[in-house]
């Protein structure tokens, strides 16, 4: 990455996590991805129950990967067959992990979901919720969040997952009603009533979609 825009990374990072803060909620800054592993990792402790949402920010900082072969009980949905059970489960878990689809560079964050089980999970139930956030997710406010989310991370989403909405089609949200469509429920997180339940790591690189 170029040297100068690690640094305004970096600079942009701490504004957020001053916006964190004054939400209830803590943010924590890695300058790679190795150290966002360590950072979440000492967030984690061994013996917890873990689960997520779809979140791919996890796997590409090889959380997902240390959490399978540590000492946790990694809830894995994809390795089940009753993925409803692995779903309901999470709101019970002792950590939920995550990402957000965007947040504003003064710590508020948003995500949409077609299931909901995501949203609804970062709302309400496992004790402890750990997001993975690169910093190509952080925008100016709320209404430039918003239009990442549904401009971007959901026509992305939905070509990943074979979805047959507009979007997956133009690449650009048509605020649809389509049977498939994954922007059913729209979650704006701007404080936590809980101190110490929501951590954001910010990572120094574009993770996620």
């Given at each position: 990455m170029n040297e100068n825009i690690a640094?305004?990374?970096?600079?942009?990072?701490?504004?957020?996590?001053?916006g964190l803060a004054s939400r209830n909620m803590t943010g924590?800054?890695?300058a790679s991805r190795e150290e966002a592993l360590a950072v979440a990792l000492s967030l984690?402790?061994?013996?917890?129950s873990v689960t997520m949402g779809g979140c791919m920010s996890a796997h590409e900082i090889g959380l997902?990967?240390?959490?399978?072969?540590?000492?946790y009980n990694f809830i894995d949905r994809d390795a089940t067959a009753d993925k409803r059970a692995a779903m309901l489960a999470a709101y019970d878990a002792d950590v939920f992990l995550?990402?957000?689809?965007a947040m504003t560079d003064d710590g508020v964050l948003v995500n949409v979901d077609g299931n909901s089980n995501r949203v609804s999970a970062i709302a309400q139930g496992p004790r402890k919720v750990v997001f993975i956030v690169g910093m190509n997710k952080v925008c100016p406010d709320v209404d430039s969040a918003m239009k990442r989310a549904r401009g971007v991370a959901?026509?992305?989403?939905?070509q990943r997952f074979g979805l047959s909405t507009p979007c997956s089609k133009?690449?650009?949200?048509?605020d649809c009603k389509s049977p498939d469509t994954i922007c059913c429920q729209i979650l704006?997180?701007?404080?936590?009533?809980?101190p110490g339940r929501i951590h954001v790591v910010l990572v120094n690189d574009s993770l996620g979609f």
């Open positions: 640094k305004r990374n970096a600079l942009l990072a701490q504004k957020t996590i001053q924590h800054w890695a984690i402790p061994e013996g917890s997902v990967d240390a959490l399978k072969k540590g000492n995550a990402s957000a689809n959901a026509p992305t989403n939905a133009t690449g650009a949200c048509a704006i997180t701007r404080f936590s009533r809980h």
